[in-house]
């Protein structure tokens, strides 16, 4: 009897849409109006599925819908996205998505996603420039030899670095191009891959669940709050030290054990292949780390100095940071002088290695859509914003960080879910008699530990680059998740009393 493979990314995704689909025919649909700033008229516009009303942007129109946002949040551009309306849920007539509309979601996914999709395929093609030159081989050789012994340095300093990037500016999506490049790094200095994959991963997602001045989480979140987004900061220091520590442990623990024993490694049963894929086997060790070698690496480097740079003071996105990557490749082209129709048939490779991760991000957002266009994820929040009434206020922040986590599935954007649930959800602390802040908190807390499994997020994608299991992945992180989340529950509970 053949034994039973799990099923890839895109299969579980699939699996996931369907299983979306035939809720929207067994949960109502219903809807939260919703209110949004125009610059340009200088008025709110308040949305419902009858109709739209242009209304005076003053405080008194905030108070008015029950809104305890300042008027200034909005005109300075603090809260740019609609924001959910309390106590304006209505019960609309059902839109179950057919066959017809879960056919089409992936496709709409695809192209909602666009933005997200052209970056991962740019650097894609820089990675492929990249290899051509040879200064990977011989930047990971120099590496490998200076931290020979010491390579447990490595582990500390990536998940530290890009946990910095998660807690600061969000640092998430752009994750994925420093996989194909760290992931090498990792499996030089005789770790596996699943190493370097929780070093990436979990240091973006402890950083961005811990957010400190996460301006796409914690700094939208509190506006929509009614708050500001300094309180409560000392308690999320707190718990970024903590979970930083306590996950930095696990993975060093795991990497010993892999480093003693690779027979221990979860994903021992690849590491030829893995060694192959991210062409270890072909490094060439003795490539010397040549001026221009090295001038090359820099630029490569800067390419994601001048990303940060971006996406923090310049308010870059996608586009911006796509033309970064896109512009290095062709400087590196012209460093390494590369003839252009290899160049370019380099780049075009380049991407298409990475064509099967551009897709999972797309079907991943056509979930979300088939949701959204069944009108159901604001009936889940709707319920889920009456069933903490009359509770402890202790049972009621960790009811709270259980409710956000099973959210996040429906809602995975961060920023769309502060805008949708905070102004509907804050004011519940103030029954309780407890601060907002911690609100803000369980949306953090709740959204970031799930997002370490969570299957419309980007762990697939993550996955679907380093060659890895879901299944797997889930053997790896289960027992870290759950040590989160009792450390998570106990400093929520602390923080309340």
Known sequence: MRKLKFPTAQTILIIIAIIVALLTWLIPAGKFDSLSYNPKSKTFIKTSLEETVELPATQETLENLNIKIPLNKFTNGDIY??????????????KPQGLSELVQAPVKGIIAASDIIFLILIIGGLIGIMNLTGAFDAGISWMAKLLKGREYILIILVTTLIAAGGTTFGLAEETMAFYPILIPVFLAAKYDAMVGLSCIFLGS?????????????????????????????????????????????????????????????LIYDQKEELEVLFGV??????????HRLILITVVFSLCFVVMIIGVSFLDWWFVEMTATFLVGAIIIGF??????????????????????????????????????????????????????????????????????????????????????????????????????????DTYNYGMGLFYLINPTGLILAALAIVRIGFNKWLKFIVPLVLILLITTMALLTISVY
């Open 81 to 94: 996205k609609p924001i959910g309306i309390p106590n304006t849920y209505k019960k609309l007539e059902s």
């Open 281 to 290: 086997h072909a490094m060439n060790t003795s490539t010397t780390f040549t």
């Open 335 to 440: 460093i390494a002088k590369i003839n252009e129709s290899v160049f370019v048939e380099t780049f075009a490779k380049g991407a298409a290695e990475l064509l099967s991760v551009a897709f999972i991000v797309g079907i991943a957002r056509g979930v979300t859509i088939l949701m959204e266009d069944g009108l159901i994820s604001d009936t889940i929040l709707y319920h889920a914003s009456t069933i903490t009434e009359g509770l402890n206020k202790g049972v009621f922040t960790n009811f709270m960080l259980f409710i956000y986590g099973g959210l996040s599935f429906f809602m995975p954007s961060s920023s769309g879910m502060a805008v949708l649930t905070m102004p509907i959800m804050s004011p519940l602390a103030d029954t309780v008699n407890i601060g907002r802040e911690t609100i803000v």
């Open 205 to 265: 997602g402890v950083g961005s669940m811990c957010s400190t001045t996460n301006p796409f989480s914690t700094i939208i979140a509190s506006d929509a709050a009614g708050i500001n987004w300094t309180t409560g900061l000392n308690n999320r220091i707190i718990m970024l030290t903590v979970c930083l520590v306590i996950t930095i442990i696990y993975i060093l623990q795991y990497a010993k054990r892999v480093k003693a024993d690779p027979s221990k490694s």
